[in-house]
């Protein structure tokens, strides 16, 4: 018995870190899948993660979906391409160059066409600018294609940390979808703002099906021992406990 495996390796993607996930993305996201078929390329979302942010201005920057309920919360959208660029430092400093060296290293996958925001960028410094991305796309006969009006995505996603920050989880929500999710690391490590937090417990991240109310604190990202029953991996953040 053989198996004759065609597997498409042309692949278009879009970059960003995803947190949160927005409606205006996911509009993106379906003209992607629609463009993509169109064009007979296979369509991969890309989790950049952590936030750049923190090597430029420090640990300000929490999560609001980490990163395995950003992962589910692509396949709960059905989109299952997705890769995770885990950075660091040194790799900001390298810009587009490094960005698309490292994530094509050692694999068969030929990005053919990318998705940006206009004022999208890859790095620290001029590496980084979007003329950069622009020259190194060209050089790699990748097809750039510039997403117009990408501002309202950055305003949009203002008021969502406004109201993330001040713990108002109900009107981030409201916006989002959905409320703050982390899964239940063994550690305990949870990216979050201290306090006390009214909250529930799941058994899969976006279905409320047989879900546990609990009351969780948090300091310095970590979170505090408290009653866990088996089978429930993720923890959905409700609101300020007493608010």
Request: proline residues 5%; hydrophobic residues 40%; glycine residues 8%.
């Amino acid at each position: 018995m053989i198996f004759h495996k065609a597997i498409n390796n042309n692949i278009i993607s879009i970059l960003g870190t995803w947190d949160p996930l927005l409606p205006r993305h996911r509009a993106i996201f379906k003209k992607l899948l629609t463009y993509s078929k169109s064009k007979g390329l296979n369509p991969y979302v890309i989790i950049v993660y952590p936030q750049p942010g923190i090597f430029i201005y420090g640990n300000v920057y929490k999560d609001y979906f980490d990163l395995p309920a950003r992962i589910e919360l692509f396949k709960y959208l059905g989109i299952n391409n997705v890769l995770v660029l885990d950075i660091g430092r040194d790799d900001l400093r390298a810009g587009a160059a490094g960005l698309f060296d490292e994530l094509f290293k050692d694999s068969t996958m030929q990005l053919k066409e990318l998705w940006a925001g206009e004022n999208q960028y890859f790095g620290t410094g001029e590496k980084g600018l979007t003329w950069a991305l622009q020259d190194e796309c060209r050089e790699r006969g990748i097809r750039l294609h510039t997403l117009k009006n990408s501002f309202k995505v950055v305003l949009d996603k203002d008021e969502v940390a406004r109201s993330f920050r001040t713990g108002n989880f109900r009107q981030a929500a409201a916006i989002v979808g959905h409320f703050p999710t982390y899964f239940l690391h063994p550690g305990h490590h949870i990216k979050m703002y201290d306090g006390t937090y009214s909250a529930c417990l799941r058994i899969t991240p976006f279905d409320k099906t047989n879900e546990i109310p609990v009351t969780v604190t948090i300091a310095d990202e970590q979170l505090a021992e408290f009653n866990h029953p088996g089978g429930y991996s993720w923890l959905v953040l409700n609101g300020v406990a007493g608010v």
